[in-house]
């Protein structure tokens, strides 16, 4: 990560100063499922037991990191490790400006076809789909390579699949597409009642494996000596200097959240350094916002007093 901010993150990080002096706590969301809908979690939570006034602000990663160190937010409810390792490594172990939850969420992260994909075409490990013959059973638009779901813009698994699929070699013989996950999972949606072939990004917490029958492909396990993953913000030239030849590592989720609420909110910084989840809660919880389409406000709600003991034992 860069020492100096982005014009686009400095701007936000200033404009917001005026809202976290209105509100006592600041909780930034990403854009995805899960994140979305535990910070409305800790929303209700945090005001129910506290009785502090919290709003949710929009914001990419690094965004959000950034008003954490200056005080424009004060928690990310969701942060992916390894994915996001620079972002910890610069404002946890260096600057010391954010602090994590040790209690996480396991996540796993992979490529997936659907069943019926892999019965059709034979594949059955990821390195297939460099050989051209066997990426021409996912070609949608006639170019002669495949297409596959990477991710959403802005994802930083999505620049990592970007060097896995350069290492691997599949750069050179699929399109890699970066795309909203509900465009994407609405492509899913059409493969499986078209039966077409389709490949895609897929990972846990997440819905998607409860709505369809998803292989994932094989791959060598995690090696850290084939893995050297470096984001646009730490090296301009990042894809090129990069490697990512092996399985994801297993992925952990944390809450983050701002240092200086010790001082400023000692109460809530000691229930946002206790809050644990399994992962079959977050399952749950995506499941609730994605599949049966339940607002996220009026979702936490009822969460929180479904699980008052849970809730409880955060402040405890």
Known sequence: MNKSMTLTTAA????????????????????????????????????????????????????????????AMHVH??????????????????????????????????????????????????????????????????????EMWIGGAGWASTNIEKIRAKSYGYAETMNLMEMDETLALAQVDNAVAQQQNIVFYCYTPHHMFSLYDLVPLSEPAFDSAEWDVKQPTDDPNWLENSKAGTAWDAAKLHVFYASGLSETQPEAAAMLGKVQLTTEQVNAIVFALSVDGKDPAEFAREWVDANTDLVDSWFN
């Open 12 to 71: 936000l990080v200033a404009s917001l100063g005026s809202t976290a002096i209105a509100q006592d706590l600041i909780i930034g969301v990403p854009n995805w499922a899960s994140v979305r809908g535990t910070a409305h979690i800790l929303k209700v939570a945090l005001e129910d037991n506290l009785g502090l006034e919290v709003s949710l602000q929009n914001g990419t990663n690094p965004i959000i990191f950034e008003a954490m160190d200056s005080g």
């Open 77 to 146: 409810p969701e942060v992916w490790l390894p994915n996001q390792q620079n972002l910890h490594d610069t404002f946890v172990s260096e600057k010391g400006t954010v602090a994590l939850n040790p209690n996480a969420v396991l996540s796993d992260q992979q490529i997936c076809v659907t069943k019926d994909t892999q019965e059709r075409t034979g594949i059955s490990a990821l390195s297939d789909l460099t050989d051209p013959d066997m990426a021409a059973n996912f070609d949608t638009d006639g170019d002669g390579r495949g």
